[in-house]
């Protein structure tokens, strides 16, 4: 598939724009909001979970910034929201630098238009599972130099990539691409330990599978771990979401379980 996006046959919603709705975004059509509102009836915790994801990554990338690295590759990266990832670099550095790529045209659009006249950022339209594409993307090169530490940013896409074969081959090229002192940030759905009912998950799959092109795949703390096989885990480690260095102005839906985020989350250091 190189050099080429395979949107599979058309769906009508995306995973970009149900996200996007949770989140209390404008940037989604009547196709997603269905999608939304069907995933709602069987994990009725959606919106909360997306906001809890989008705090972990708002404080992971600052402790990030704060740590020195200037360059961001945003894979999955999303529709703009609250607490973008340039805003929050650009107010520590200047200077740094963000790719933001996504699968959904839409939140490509939504991402240049925000970023027009910011020469330290741009999006680019790049599929996870063709890595070279992404590495190769002249707008990637002009803006990123991989001899200098990247943090590579994985924030709730990998559980789109349900292939394990293509989600770790795709980890390893982008790890593989990096230089020393890079960072690898993830956070990732799983249904250890969490209360959900299969039929209720197995709805969830399914809608994922029949309205969007990228079908949800969950896995498990081992599974996850993987990703970091090698790199020097940042502390707390792999935890909940909610647990990953926490900050007293974040949303506390799960102050009392969290694991009932149903994401964990952690940030490694290629050494
Ligand atoms: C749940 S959103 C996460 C957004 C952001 N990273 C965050 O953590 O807030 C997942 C994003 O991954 C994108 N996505 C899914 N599969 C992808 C793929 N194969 N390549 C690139 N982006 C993908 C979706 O379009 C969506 O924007």
Do not use: C
């Not at 996200?19 to 709602?40: I, K």
């Not at 002249?138 to 001899?147: K, N, R, S």
């Amino acid at each position: 598939m190189a050099g080429v996006i395979d949107d599979g046959e058309a769906k009508p919603a995306t995973a970009a724009r149900i996200y996007d709705y949770y989140l209390g975004g404008t940037y989604n059509f009547p196709a997603d909001r269905e999608a939304a509102q069907a995933m709602l009836q069987v994990l009725p915790l959606g919106p909360q979970l997306a906001r809890t994801n989008r705090a972990f990554l708002r404080r992971a990338v600052r402790f990030l910034a704060e740590s020195g690295v200037r360059q961001f590759l945003d894979v999955g990266s999303g529709i703009p929201t609250e607490g973008n990832v340039h805003e929050i670099v650009q107010r520590i550095n200047p200077d740094a630098r963000v790719v933001y790529v996504d699968i959904d045209p839409v939140a490509v659009a939504e991402s240049l238009e925000l970023l027009e006249g910011n020469e330290g950022a741009t999006a680019v339209r790049g599929d996870l599972r063709d890595p070279q594409s992404i590495l190769s993307h002249p707008q990637v090169t002009a803006l990123l130099d991989f001899d200098q530490p990247i943090g590579l940013l994985l924030g709730a896409v990998l559980h789109f990539v349900p292939d394990d074969d293509l989600a770790y081959d795709a980890v390893g090229q982008l790890r593989a691409a990096l230089a020393p002192g890079s960072y690898l940030l993830v956070s990732h759905a799983t249904a250890d330990e969490a209360p959900h009912d299969q039929g209720e998950l197995d709805v969830a799959h399914d809608i994922y599978r029949r309205k969007t092109a990228t079908p949800l795949g969950l896995r498990s703390r081992a599974q996850v771990e993987r990703f970091f096989t090698g790199l020097d885990l940042v502390e707390p480690g792999l935890v909940w979401m909610p647990l990953w260095r926490p900050a007293p102005d974040d949303p506390q839906y799960f102050a009392d379980d969290p694991k009932l985020s149903s994401g964990l989350a952690g940030v490694g250091r290629i050494p």
